[in-house]
């Protein structure tokens, strides 16, 4: 079993910026991509972006540039800086833990709220 508790969602200004976190515990696989998918209203979630292990990464093309994804192995923590945010970014957010075999896990969402 993995657990994940993610913070930093919230109200921001278009243009402005936030920090998202999610904890990893639990049974962690030393080999495992993480990442960051969202839901807007009537919309189907979608990732964002992802990190592997290795350190490698994919964005969402809609992101690119402004968005950033990186992790702390020693933590089992995964973070996603958002700048530049706009009114579409809108959405909850939820962390995903997927190892090299078995089950992924999700978060509980957070949610990210862009006001213009």
């Known amino acids: 079993q993995v657990h994940l508790v993610e913070s930093g969602g919230g109200l921001v200004q278009a243009g402005g910026s936030l920090r998202l976190s999610c904890a990893a515990s639990?049974?962690?696989?030393?080999?495992?991509?993480m990442g960051w998918y969202r839901q807007a209203p009537g919309k189907q979630r979608e990732l964002v972006a992802r990190?592997?292990?290795?350190?490698?990464?994919n964005y969402l093309g809609s992101v690119k540039g402004r968005f950033t994804i990186s992790r702390d192995n020693a933590k089992n923590t995964v973070y996603l800086q958002m700048n530049s945010l706009k009114l579409e970014d809108t959405g909850v957010y939820y962390c995903?833990?997927?190892?090299?075999?078995?089950?992924?896990?999700w978060g509980q969402g957070t949610q990210v709220t862009v006001s213009s």
């Open positions: 995903n833990y997927k190892p090299l075999t078995g089950y992924d896990y």
């Open positions: 639990g049974s962690i696989s030393s080999i495992n991509v």
């Open positions: 990190i592997n292990s290795d350190g490698s990464t």
